[in-house]
């Protein structure tokens, strides 16, 4: 049986600080204690070459590619997208160069977080096929996708959907729901319920009612003071009773008891308790005047009593207010009033009140 031998093989290690600054032997072999790779000389490059790119975890910022301690090769995900440093000088972003899934930008792009989505703007009527549409009412017009809707009863106003307003029609509403006073739906039209005796239609489809005089009113709803004439059903009012002291009713007509004319001068009235009037005289009496032919008419002489007076005149002194001067006033006459009369003893007899008034002439 053959002898088997085991030897233990060390490379060359040191810090990847060290590394840099040394140059391998072409197949010589150098590990890094501090970054854990390992690398083989060229007999030329200072650190010789790794042996395996490093795929390095994820990091979130683009612009941090240029702090990593990265290798030719090396692969970094930044900002979910996978860069490899294809240059030795891994401080520039242009030395790392982007190798991760290529999209055209017409239908799959990368969205703000740099995940792979479906372009929108993309997705048209020529990317898709009919049949693959659960519903007839999505369809195509060219390119484009549209809803398939009734336009005599819908019509798209700002982008959206909106029901006509001259598209409700008495079959699309349900009898059910017409409430009381109406009729129609279910394919009829909506109007007003009438029962065609007081109330119909006129030549303009206008609500009016029916000329039929008082013939639909019940007569016990009348009430007291009403009374329907016969021919003609005519409601009319009716005077049932009046104050027999003061009226008279005859056909239908009241009237005052002791009805007279009033037409005096200056009349004087009579009144009841009830303040109507019951009587009236003329409050003038007499005018008394001087008739005398042996008199001077001028003067209108007269008394009261129908005396002459010796001096022929009936004169009276007054003072006319205002100016302090006496006047002698001859009277033209008296008109005498009468208003009432007074009982006097001793024969209780009423006399007549009178009083006079003189005219003067001055």
């Known amino acids: 049986m053959a002898d088997i031998k085991v030897i233990k093989l060390k490379v060359r290690r040191g810090l990847n600080s060290q590394r840099k600054r040394i140059v391998l032997d072409e197949g010589e072999l150098g590990y890094t204690i501090d ?9 030329t490059l200072s650190g010789g070459v790794p042996v395996a790119s490093k795929v390095y975890s994820p990091i979130t910022n683009y612009n941090d590619l240029s702090s990593q301690d990265a290798e030719l090769y090396d692969v970094i995900v930044a900002d979910n997208k996978m860069y490899q440093l294809i240059a030795t000088d891994y ?13 055209d930008d017409n239908f799959i792009e990368y969205d703000a ?62 009898s059910s729901v017409v409430g009381r006073g109406l009729t129609g739906g279910a394919g009829q039209a909506l109007s007003a319920f009438v029962d065609g005796t007081t109330i119909s239609y006129d030549g303009s489809n206008r609500l009016t009612v029916i000329s ?29 009773g009046v104050d027999s ?55 209108f002489n007269g008394s009261p009593n129908g005396a002459i007076p010796s001096n022929g005149r009936t004169t009276f002194t007054a003072t006319l207010s205002g100016d302090g001067i006496s006047y002698t006033l001859s ?32």
């Open 113 to 174: 977080s740099n995940y792979l989505t479906v372009k929108g703007s993309s997705i048209n009527g020529e990317r898709l096929n009919q049949q693959t549409l659960s519903s007839t009412s999505i369809t195509f017009a060219g390119n484009q996708i549209v809803v398939n809707y009734d336009s005599s009863q819908f019509a798209i106003s700002g982008s959206k959907f909106a029901l006509r307003h001259d598209s409700i029609k008495p079959i699309h509403i349900d």
């Open 245 to 299: 002291t003061n009226f008279a009713l005859c056909a239908g007509s009241v009237t005052l008891i002791e009805g007279f004319s009033s037409v005096q001068e200056l009349p004087y009235f009579t009144v009841n308790d009830a303040g109507l009037v019951r009587g009236s005289s003329s409050s003038i009496y007499d005018i008394l005047t001087m008739n005398s032919t042996d008199r001077i008419l001028s003067t």
């Open 212 to 240: 039929t005089g008082v013939s639909a009113v019940t007569y016990n709803k009348l009430s007291a003071g009403f009374v329907v004439n016969q021919p003609g059903n005519i409601v009319s009012t009716r005077v049932t």
């Open 35 to 43: 970054t854990q790779r390992l690398y083989v000389g060229t007999g």
């Open 91 to 103: 401080t520039k972003l242009s030395s790392w160069r982007f190798i991760g899934a290529q999209v």
């Open 331 to 362: 009277s033209a006459g008296f008109i005498v009033f009468e208003g009432g009369t007074e009982v006097r003893s001793p024969n209780s007899v009423a006399v007549p009140l009178r009083f006079a008034i003189p005219v003067f002439n001055f």
